[in-house]
């Protein structure tokens, strides 16, 4: 074995090893396949039984369900719920798929804890989900459709790693990765001290950078369409060095 053929299995196996075991975070599951158990070192934030881990912004007690081990959201009324906790450094692992065509939901990262003055929606990063029908019924450019990520209810301080020429201010995913309503979907968001990126069915293909907000809630967005959820987990990694301002409100502050 030569040096160079040395060199390059050592730096492999030592990646390896930095990781913990089975932690494949960019795999495609496939839709025909179940959701696979927590990866080491995550924690569930649906737990697969109940609400636990989430507040009721402004929906109703009929928006989310739990059945059959899913999450369910019927849509309606629009509007969130939020964790219990806030969260500022982490890696979320989402799988979720819209039950009728044309959907649109989200999630909001770095979020305030309530709706933003006269809107359903908090103050944050939304990570956008609408199914590629949305395009083709709304007449909108197919752009939309693969993954968003952009600030919303007049979030400052947010530069984009693709700025879109669709909509000013938002990044858009360099490739079209999204399954359509029915099949699953597997969102991996990985946000450190601001920085977020964004992998769609197993390759990352966008990111945005939130320069005044780095620490908020996580909201699971209804938006008038059913959704469902079949794992949230989140890997909590170790705080950055922040000032007080780059964190969102708490609830109830």
């Known amino acids: 074995m030569n040096r160079r053929e040395f060199a390059k299995k050592a730096l492999f196996a030592s990646t390896a090893t930095?990781?913990?075991a089975g932690m494949d975070f960019l795999s495609n599951r496939g839709n025909d396949r179940p959701a696979e158990g927590t990866q080491p070192g995550f924690e569930k934030l649906f737990?697969?039984?109940d609400l636990t881990n989430f507040v009721d912004v402004n929906t109703s007690e009929e928006t989310w369900y739990v059945e059959d081990?899913?999450?369910?959201c019927t849509g309606w009324p629009i509007g969130v719920m939020r964790t219990e906790k806030q969260y500022q450094n982490f890696i979320l692992d989402v799988e979720w798929r819209f039950m009728e065509e044309g959907g649109n939901s989200g999630m909001f990262i770095l979020a305030?804890?309530?709706p933003h003055e006269d809107n359903p929606f908090p103050q944050g990063v939304e990570v956008q989900m609408l199914d590629p029908a949305w395009a083709e019924i709304n007449d909108?450019?197919?752009e939309y459709v693969h993954g968003h990520l952009f600030p919303v209810m007049g979030l400052e301080g947010t530069v984009p790693d693709n700025p879109s020429e669709v909509v000013r201010g938002r990044s858009y995913a360099l490739e079209?990765?999204?399954?359509?309503a029915f099949e699953w979907n597997r969102y991996i968001v990985v946000c450190v001290d601001g920085v977020i990126k964004l992998s769609v069915n197993g390759k990352f293909v966008n990111g945005i950078?939130?320069?005044?907000?780095k620490k908020g809630y996580i909201c699971p967005e209804a938006e008038g369409a059913e959704i469902h959820f079949r794992k949230i987990d989140i890997l909590e990694l170790p705080d950055g060095v922040?000032?007080?301002d780059h964190i969102a409100p708490l609830a109830g502050g």
Do not use: E, F, Q
Request: no cysteine; proline share 14%; hydrophobic share 25%.
């Open 140 to 142: 909108r450019p197919i």
């Open 69 to 72: 081990g899913l999450l369910k």
């Open 18 to 20: 930095a990781l913990p």
């Open 47 to 49: 737990n697969g039984r």
């Open 242 to 244: 922040i000032h007080p």
């Open 112 to 114: 305030n804890p309530d």
């Open 209 to 213: 950078t939130s320069t005044k907000r």
């Open 176 to 180: 079209n990765r999204m399954n359509r």
